[in-house]
């Protein structure tokens, strides 16, 4: 894309204030992730919960010279202001024309799993031949998809395109935008399925995209599909694909007989494949890719060739503590312009002083287009410190990097060179293409080598609190509760990930966790819930928030205050007792509560309490007791004071089972993580945590011999053993030895034998092919958290507060 201000102006009517000359070739909307402001206009956009007019001053000040916006709301000067009477339909029309006047063929992709892999796929096989541009990641939304549309310019052929819908009548605004040539509708499911009144209904919407398509292509294994597609585009080229013989191109082999090769019939004719995966979704996928090559006039011979070589598409992103306080950032599946952006995008998100990048040749392109100059342009905006170029084609651009620029020709020479002994309390990206093996240079950089790790995926902890905010009103407050080391996740990682994604409040139990939370840059408020009473100089020099649970904590609060000189109203949470009988004050103490806090040097910042019980269906009588001793006191402090500070006392299984009393804010804990006590809750949540482990040796056992201490396991026949390096002092608890647990190989479940040691146990393999240095799990899906929970005989809570420091924990982003 580029375009003038004044052809922008033209093409969408919006008013230009400002500079008509101004160009503009990117669109940011999002302040966090601006990691490029030549030439980028950012747009400010409204969404129910968030208004990004309130972003225009930040946007500015990270270098922003265009602003889209519905008024102008600043007088900076030198601003060009693009003026329109709606800031989404204002990109949607420009993507529309821009889209329109670009002679390319169009994919769209529509469905309701399978988008993004599909396209990604159709990607690796095309990109040889054309020059593609595609949506990045899974940018389908009435956002993503207009974004993606402006980044066709005049070199592309093929576009490939993902379109998402979530409710009826948005697939009329994306075909608007974008009507492609050839359509294309993977599996329907059951996403977003609430928001329709049936299935029928959702299919009949997510075909609308095809209106003006000379092609669709689709999965005809529904037969509901089949139908509707059939007697709504009776005079379109239709090609359906499936594992049921009826479809155009179909699987041969039946799904349960297939073992290394598939054979796949398209129009009669028998290709034949290597199969690396069994499961229906990734073979229906890849029968999707073979139809659209078919389609484009690929031969027999080239079709097998490719799809050969398709590659999983994994894109996450992956931080570990390393050496000398740094922080790795490894993201190192995929490397392109795209992913090259997004990662720059990510390490905004961290507040290290210091930046070095590691970046390595790109797999597949050499240097047509200049694209080792934009990657050099791009990356000297990021301000690295160091930039290491690994490779003999991207080791040529060196004078174009502005940063103390160093280049090797593989990462073997990188790890040897001293120079890496250098770099301490750093921010390290990790960007290589797959064949560098840049996983040897994470090895060599991490501070914890166990194989022993707990893995937290911090978007399944944002989906799972998003899921709970479905249950709250937009304005309703969250406070995440991140004692105990976030529930034993980790200390300022997921505090850090939360505060940018705006949580109102974070929770800690005592003043330390508070302290650290602050030195490792967190700025939200933090309230302390159990602020011991040698640390009120601590919480009042770190700027943290305590709760006030009786006259005695007051008062030594408040003689602190007054020693440390502060002067102004110190805020605090007042606790009250409602029926847990752990802490606060009671109904009797308020006319004195009252008088103090009307005299005293602070302020109420919330009124609060907690359920005892709000997981326990039986116990509703008693919880909705406590709601309304909560509601009598709270009013009565509130009538005694004359402000109005907030309220809350929802935990995670309260703002689920009782969201009626969510007041101004919910304290969520354990949803967080994926667990609910409420089984309609439950299948919506993403288990967020994995601890998993890797088999070290793999012995075979006689019948009669002993395993482990004490010989209290013997064989009673001839056994396949394996040992991992996982033990109690890693916080497997003694007492699930004996075949009480069991952990995960493959889709399997193994038995723990004999006694558990400090630092490892023994499992039965029984006659799963698994090998020494395979994965195995101690909790994810099979087992899961809550099942592991089971076998010890205690609550998920328990199992991962229990859970060792020596574990490393990885913070996986995808
Ligand atoms: C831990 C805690 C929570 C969170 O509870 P979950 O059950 O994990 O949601 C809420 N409030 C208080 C006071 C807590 O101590």
């Known amino acids: ?65 265009i602003i889209v916006a519905e008024k102008k709301t600043t007088d900076t000067p030198n601003i060009t202001w693009i003026i329109t009477n709606d800031s989404l339909a204002f990109l949607q029309n420009l993507a529309q024309f821009h889209a329109e006047n670009k002679k390319i063929k169009t994919i769209g992709i529509t469905g309701s799993n399978g988008k993004t892999i599909v396209k990604e796929w159709l990607y690796q096989c095309l990109n040889e031949k054309y020059k593609i541009v595609k949506s990045p990641k899974s940018f389908n939304s009435q956002l993503g998809l207009p974004l993606s549309l402006l ?49 029928e209904q959702l299919i009949r919407e997510k075909i609308k995209l095809f209106a003006h398509s000379q092609t669709i292509i689709f999965n005809g294994d529904q037969p509901l599909v089949l139908d509707i597609i059939q007697k709504t585009y009776p005079d379109k080229q239709l090609i359906s694909y499936g594992l049921l013989h009826h479809n155009d191109i179909h699987l041969k082999t039946p799904l349960k007989e297939l073992n290394l090769y598939a054979e796949v019939s398209c129009y009669g004719d028998i290709l034949r494949f290597p199969v690396h995966q069994k499961n229906e979704a990734t073979l229906t996928n890849a029968l999707c890719v073979i139809s659209v090559l078919k389609k484009l006039n690929f031969g027999n011979d080239e079709i097998v060739e490719k799809i050969n070589v398709l590659k999983a598409i994994e894109m996450r992103l992956e931080s570990v ?93 990188l790890i040897k060179n001293q120079i890496l002994n250098k770099i301490s309390n750093e921010l390290i990206l990790l960007k290589g293409a797959r064949k560098f093996e840049i996983e040897k240079l994470k090895n060599h950089l991490e501070l914890q080598k166990h194989d022993t790790v707990l893995e937290i995926n911090l978007n399944k902890i944002l989906h799972n609190i998003n899921v709970h905010r479905e249950f709250l009103e937009p304005k309703t407050k969250v406070m995440a509760m991140v004692k105990a080391y976030s529930y034993g996740l980790g200390g300022y990682e997921i505090a850090e990930f939360l505060q940018h994604h705006h949580i109102d409040y974070l929770g800690v139990a005592v003043a330390d966790e508070g302290i650290d939370l602050r030195k490792n840059g967190i700025s939200v408020p933090i309230i302390v819930m159990n602020p011991e009473q040698h640390s009120y100089n601590a919480v009042i020099d770190y700027n943290l928030e305590p709760n006030i649970y009786s006259f005695r904590v007051l008062d030594l609060f408040v003689e602190q205050l007054r020693a440390s000189g502060y002067n102004g109203k110190y805020p605090i949470h007042i606790k009250i007792e409602t029926g847990m009988h752990r802490l606060g004050f009671k109904e009797n103490d308020i006319d004195e509560l009252i008088t103090k806090l009307n005299t005293l040097n602070v302020k109420v910042g919330s009124i609060f309490s907690h359920l005892s019980s709000a997981d326990i269906p039986e116990e509703k009588g008693y919880t909705e007791y406590q709601l309304k001793v909560f509601r009598k006191i709270s009013d009565k ?31 969520i804990g354990i949803g967080m993580i994926g667990i609910s006590s409420n089984e309609s ?18 012995s075979e056992i006689k019948k009669g011999e002993s395993i482990g201490y004490g010989r ?27 075949g009480i647990g069991y952990v995960g190989v493959g889709e399997n479940l193994c038995p723990i034998l004999g006694s558990v040691c400090m630092d490892m146990m023994m499992i039965d393999l029984k006659n799963i092919s698994a090998q020494e240095g395979d994965n195995v799990i101690i909790f994810d899906k099979n087992p899961s958290l809550e099942d592991f929970a089971n076998y010890c005989k205690t609550i998920p809570y328990e199992v991962l507060t229990s859970i060792s420091r020596r574990v490393k924990r990885v913070y996986v982003k995808d």
Do not use: W
Request: glycine share 6%.
């Open 681 to 698: 809750i439950t299948p919506l949540l993403q288990p967020a945590v994995s601890f998993k482990t890797v088999i070290s040796q793999i």
């Open 321 to 413: 503590n390393g050496i000398r306080d740094n922080l790795i950032i490894n993201d190192s599946y995929i490397l392109d312009l795209d992913s090259l952006k997004i990662a720059y995008q990510f390490i905004n998100e961290y507040n290290k002083p210091c930046k070095s990048l590691v970046i390595t040749d790109f797999a597949e392109q050499n240097n047509e287009s200049g694209l080792y100059q934009e990657v050099a342009a791009l990356t000297n905006e990021q301000n690295f410190d160091k930039v290491f170029l690994i490779g003999t084609e991207i080791k040529k651009y060196k004078p174009l990097f502005k940063a103390k620029t160093f280049t090797f020709n593989d990462i073997d020479e």
């Open 712 to 738: 209290r396991h013997i064989a009673e026949n001839n056994m396949r053993v394996a040992t991992i390096p996982v033990g109690y002092a890693d916080g497997i608890p003694r007492s699930i030895g004996m």
């Open 151 to 199: 980044k066709i310019n005049d070199e592309h052929e093929i576009g490939l395109f993902e379109v998402g819908i979530s409710k009826p009548q948005e697939m009329e605004i994306q075909q608007r935008t974008f009507s492609p040539e050839i359509g294309v509708l993977t599996h329907i499911g059951t996403a977003h399925l609430i928001n329709f009144e049936s299935t």
């Open 637 to 667: 402090i509130i009538d005694g004071i004359s402000y109005q500070p907030i309220r809350h006392i929802l935990n995670s299984a309260g703002i689920t089972n009782y969201p009626k009393h969510q007041y101004d804010m919910v304290r």
């Open 1 to 65: 894309m580029n375009y003038t201000a004044n052809q922008i102006s033209k093409i969408t009517g919006a008013k230009i204030i400002g500079n008509k000359e101004a160009i503009i070739k990117d669109f940011a909307f999002d302040t966090r992730h601006i990691y490029s402001a030549k030439n980028t206009a950012f747009i400010a956009l409204k969404t129910t919960n968030n208004n990004g007019e309130n972003y225009i001053p930040e946007a500015i000040e990270k270098g922003i010279k």
